[in-house]
């Protein structure tokens, strides 16, 4: 049921192809890494508002690890989805002996694992270079295998949400639009990428944990600096917890309503 | 040039029939937009909840910013970015070939052959924007801070075209360079924020050799009664002169081109 020999032999596969292009992933770090600078800069050059918690340390250290997290939660099943129903891929995918979304999962997870590759670096580089201007007391190495968890089920959420959207490419041409709207705009106002979470007004914040884009990359973080007291984990996870299961519904429903439709053509 | 321009306009016109083959999802995608649009607003409204000013910069001066870079934005978005989104493959197919041996100024079709509609919704909504903030009496309106901020508007359009002749040339050159489009969102990323924000080094470098504070923080200085009329003066010579550089590239390139594809 597993099929984990073939999933590994695809993802060996998948790296073997992306390593092939060792200069394009520079060119795609520098575009990971670029927006969360440029929102560093913005916050280290603000006059800070009466109540916010943040100093310019937090800003620093949470913008730093925005790349890592970012890349390691996101999902980009959304765009080859629509494209394997449209050129009849799907077809094929769908008479090998595994479930047949599984190559386009690991996919991305090969793009996410190979993107460690330069961010690791980058991240230990930028904390050692500017490590005179962080405040180290928050930290705590037990909460490290915490934050990993909390990035593993971050990442199994955005999974679902674009699976969800995804599969929406049985009925739609293009998903590019849905996809925006439900997970590029929506995703960096609440999510934490324009502005931490934990910096929001008071009733904007509680709309924020409520939702699943928090999960996704500010939660992590904000575990990772010690800023949560045990109960807003545990209350975290639950949250994200609720959201997995309502899109593992989602995500299920589509795609049988989908498939049913689904006449193969090309290939 | 004339009949260049009718013969682009027949392009465009196939371009947007080929977009409405799909209205459903073309309509959605001008709503998708206006929504993104309003969602960056709404960023803005929020972190100043927990900011005052941004270097300086209140949140009305931002809104400024955010109407003439939306502005800027939708602009290349529209006419130029899906021209450059297809010349990867195009040079790798041996599209381009073809396109060279039309009896046209083949800059120009390279770059403005396609047209894409889809952030129509961005456009509208930042020109809405520009005039609620002019009726909220944001702006300093006098003949001189308008003509100045025409003049920044029309450096900024040429310094984007410039960067898109450099890009296009370069994609030409190197044969392989399908990230092209990866670029332009870069160099968008920083004019998202004003230049004051960055450190004195990098400032310097977006004034002169990479002229990005052209695009967005002096027109929207300019109209917000913040800059003086320098940066205006400087922004249109270096815009005038990244044309002419991006030309010479252009034409040293199409000089070299030697056909990649089959």
Not at chain 1, 195 to 203: D, L, Q, S
Request: charged content about 10%; proline content about 4%; hydrophobic content about 55%.
């Amino acid at each position: 049921m597993l099929h984990l020999k073939a999933h590994a032999a695809i993802l060996k596969a998948y790296l073997k192809i992306m390593l092939t292009y060792r200069g394009m992933m520079i060119l795609h770090l520098f575009r990971v890494v670029l927006m969360p600078l440029v929102i560093a800069a913005a916050w280290l050059s603000i006059e800070k508002a009466d109540g916010n918690p943040y100093e310019n340390s937090d800003y620093l250290l949470y913008y730093l690890l925005v790349p890592l997290v970012m890349n390691l939660t996101n999902s980009r099943s959304v765009f080859r989805f629509p494209v394997s129903v449209r050129d009849g891929t799907l077809s094929r995918e769908l008479i090998k002996p595994y479930p047949p979304l599984m190559n386009i999962v690991i996919e991305s997870f090969t793009n996410n694992l190979q993107m460690l590759l330069y961010l690791v670096p980058f991240t230990l580089i930028s904390v050692f270079l500017f490590q005179s201007h962080f405040d180290f007391s928050f930290l705590s190495y037990k909460m490290v295998p915490i934050s990993i968890l909390a990035i593993f089920f971050g990442a199994l959420t955005r999974l679902l949400i674009s699976g969800s959207i995804a599969l929406t490419g049985f009925w739609l041409e293009d998903v590019t639009t849905l996809n925006l709207l439900l997970n590029g705009s929506i995703w960096a106002l609440l999510g934490g990428m324009i502005i931490p979470v934990a910096t929001f007004p008071e009733k904007i914040r509680q709309i924020a944990e409520l939702l699943p884009y928090r999960y996704m990359l500010s939660f992590p973080i904000e575990i990772f600096s010690g800023r949560l007291t045990t109960l807003a984990i545990y209350k975290g996870f639950a949250v994200m917890f609720f959201w997995i299961i309502i899109f593992s519904f989602t995500a299920r429903f589509i795609w049988k309503r989908g498939i049913k439709i689904y006449s193969a053509y090309g290939g | 040039m004339f009949s260049q321009l009718k013969i682009i306009m027949k392009l465009w016109k196939a371009s947007i029939i080929q977009s409405m083959e799909y209205r459903g999802s073309f309509i959605f995608s001008i709503f998708a937009n206006f929504f993104d649009f309003i969602f960056g607003l709404l960023q803005y409204l929020v972190f100043f909840t927990a900011a005052k000013s941004i270097a300086g910069w209140s949140s009305d001066n931002m809104l400024a910013l955010y109407s003439v870079f939306m502005f800027i934005y939708s602009l290349q978005f529209i006419f130029l970015y899906p021209n450059i989104a297809v010349l990867g493959e195009m040079v790798n197919t041996g599209g381009l070939d073809l396109l060279l041996t039309k009896p046209l100024d083949a800059r120009l079709f390279v770059l403005l052959r396609k047209i894409s509609l889809e952030e129509l919704g961005s456009l509208s909504t930042s020109i809405v924007l520009f005039i609620w903030l002019i009726s909220k009496g944001v702006f300093v309106i006098t003949f001189q801070s308008v003509l100045l901020f025409i003049i920044s508007i029309f450096s900024a359009l040429i310094i984007v075209y410039s960067i898109y002749i450099t890009l296009t040339a370069l994609a030409i050159m190197l044969e392989k360079m399908e990230d092209a489009s990866e670029f332009i969102w870069s160099l968008f990323s920083f004019c998202r924020y004003p230049t004051d924000i960055y450190p004195a080094k990098m400032k310097f470098l977006f004034f002169t050799f990479f002229p990005i504070a052209y695009i967005s923080t002096v027109p929207a200085q300019t109209i917000s009664g913040l800059g003086s009329t320098e940066p205006v003066i400087y922004g249109f010579i270096i815009s005038i002169l990244s044309l002419l550089i991006s030309s010479a590239i252009w034409k040293k390139t199409i000089r070299s081109y030697t056909s990649a594809g089959s």
